[in-house]
């Protein structure tokens, strides 16, 4: 059998979900069984030069190309034209981590994961050009032309069949992985110099994400506003930690944090390398996650895989994923929000409750288990 994988998303070299996803997912699948053949299909005019131990496996070829995605895209779209399993010589399955357009031949089967369906339900969360992409890639049509659809939660694939009507038995829920956190203690000489790197606070309340609309991180200055403010416990003892890469339609948040009362105790930091991420979580006193919505959501797993508990929202795919180990709140209720903070950071016994649920709940997320599930599922399609 010979698999072709999509892997376009890699190109800008950035480490968001859809990228966390594809890279993790490979790094286990494409050695679990040798007799099958990869082809990577690797496009872009700019794209980074990748450096993944996956790609030394004797079963893996790298298909790299240099043509604009953007003509890809529209001959995909209108004219069904190249088809990718002609590009790569000659592929059974054409497996895509992401709902980037393609075309193939009626003999190759497709499976496509979907992540979630924020587009459709809070198109107003996204840019002119975010909202005209998934236009363009048109993901109703996508879903509906593939042999197979892996969904990352049940509520994604519940998304998928009350949104595009999509038969149910066509979908396989596959959860991500998550990896697991070695603690503070593994922290070495490496904290000071990370804490000097991103300015961090001696006690701080972390987000960890996309700085977009749809993670609530207006309602999360606010509510932490509300929190030095009505619940004046807290004084300015505590810093609001905002960290990771803009996305879009994230003037706002500046904005806002700017004109905010406690703006000299909000910190942006940019963009986190991966490398780091496990300092951020693991100095952090809370972490909170007050997302509108998310197709699964990495870093509230992540924050508890450190031993940090969590706050995070009672909508979408949040709820199945956190379990019992996180407080969950409704995102458009900010005095909630700012209460659960302050509960959280005031009760050490509630603080340690959650760490310990937390260290539990994530061994429900293995990337290993979803590397088998997902070739699994390739194999089948």
């Given at each position: 059998?010979?698999?072709?994988?999509?892997?376009?998303?890699?190109?800008?070299?950035?480490?968001?979900?859809?990228?966390?996803?594809?890279?993790?997912?490979?790094?286990?699948?494409?050695?679990?069984?040798?007799?099958?053949?990869?082809?990577?299909?690797?496009?872009?005019?700019?794209?980074?030069?990748?450096?993944?131990?996956?790609?030394?496996?004797?079963?893996?070829?790298?298909?790299?190309?240099?043509?604009?995605?953007?003509?890809?895209?529209?001959?995909?779209?209108?004219?069904?034209?190249?088809?990718?399993?002609?590009?790569?010589?000659?592929?059974?399955?054409?497996?895509?981590?992401?709902?980037?357009?393609?075309?193939?031949?009626?003999?190759?089967?497709?499976?496509?994961?979907?992540?979630?369906?924020?587009?459709?339900?809070?198109?107003?969360?996204?840019?002119?050009?975010?909202?005209?992409?998934?236009?363009?890639?048109?993901?109703?049509?996508?879903?509906?032309?593939?042999?197979?659809?892996?969904?990352?939660?049940?509520?994604?694939?519940?998304?998928?069949?009350?949104?595009?009507?999509?038969?149910?038995?066509?979908?396989?829920?596959?959860?991500?992985?998550?990896?697991?956190?070695?603690?503070?203690?593994?922290?070495?000489?490496?904290?000071?110099?990370?804490?000097?790197?991103?300015?961090?606070?001696?006690?701080?309340?972390?987000?960890?994400?996309?700085?977009?609309?749809?993670?609530?991180?207006?309602?999360?200055?606010?509510?932490?506003?509300?929190?030095?403010?009505?619940?004046?416990?807290?004084?300015?003892?505590?810093?609001?930690?905002?960290?990771?890469?803009?996305?879009?339609?994230?003037?706002?948040?500046?904005?806002?944090?700017?004109?905010?009362?406690?703006?000299?105790?909000?910190?942006?930091?940019?963009?986190?390398?991966?490398?780091?991420?496990?300092?951020?979580?693991?100095?952090?006193?809370?972490?909170?996650?007050?997302?509108?919505?998310?197709?699964?959501?990495?870093?509230?797993?992540?924050?508890?895989?450190?031993?940090?508990?969590?706050?995070?929202?009672?909508?979408?795919?949040?709820?199945?994923?956190?379990?019992?180990?996180?407080?969950?709140?409704?995102p458009y209720n900010l005095d909630e929000l700012a209460k659960s903070m302050k509960m959280v950071l005031s009760d050490e016994h509630l603080q340690n409750n959650l760490i310990k649920k937390g260290f539990e709940q994530i061994k429900k997320f293995s990337w290993q288990r979803c590397a088998e599930e997902t070739l699994e599922a390739l194999k089948y399609a």
């Open positions: 059998m010979i698999i072709g994988i999509d892997i376009r998303m890699l190109a800008r070299g950035t480490r968001s979900g859809i990228e966390e996803y594809t890279i993790n997912l490979l790094s286990k699948m494409l050695n679990l069984d040798s007799s099958i053949k990869y082809k990577l299909f690797y496009n872009g005019y700019k794209k980074t030069k990748l450096e993944y131990s996956f790609l030394k496996l004797p079963n893996v070829q790298l298909k790299e190309y240099r043509i604009p995605n953007r003509l890809f895209d529209a001959s995909f779209q209108f004219l069904n034209y190249p088809k990718i399993d002609k590009i790569l010589k000659g592929i059974d399955i054409f497996f895509s981590p992401h709902i980037f357009s393609s075309a193939v031949s009626k003999k190759c089967k497709i499976v496509t994961t979907f992540h979630d369906l924020s587009f459709e339900s809070y198109p107003k969360f996204y840019s002119t050009g975010k909202n005209y992409w998934h236009f363009l890639m048109n993901p109703k049509k996508q879903a509906e032309k593939a042999d197979k659809i892996i969904a990352v939660s049940k509520s994604t694939k519940d998304d998928l069949i009350k949104t595009y009507g999509i038969r149910p038995e066509k979908i396989k829920v596959i959860y991500s992985g998550i990896r697991l956190g070695s603690g503070i203690w593994d922290l070495g000489s490496g904290i000071l110099k990370v804490k000097k790197k991103y300015n961090l606070p001696k006690k701080y309340i972390l987000y960890l994400g996309t700085l977009e609309p749809r993670k609530n991180i207006i309602g999360l200055i606010k509510a932490f506003e509300i929190l030095n403010t009505k619940y004046k416990i807290l004084n300015t003892e505590y810093h609001l930690v905002i960290a990771g890469s803009k996305g879009w339609l994230y003037n706002d948040i500046f904005k806002i944090a700017k004109n905010s009362l406690v703006k000299n105790n909000i910190i942006f930091t940019g963009f986190i390398e991966n490398k780091d991420k496990y300092v951020l979580y693991s100095l952090a006193d809370l972490f909170v996650y007050p997302s509108f919505y998310e197709g699964f959501g990495f870093p509230p797993l992540e924050a508890m895989a450190y031993g940090t508990p969590v706050i995070t929202s009672n909508f979408s795919s949040l709820p199945e994923a956190v379990g019992g180990a996180a407080i969950m709140i409704n």
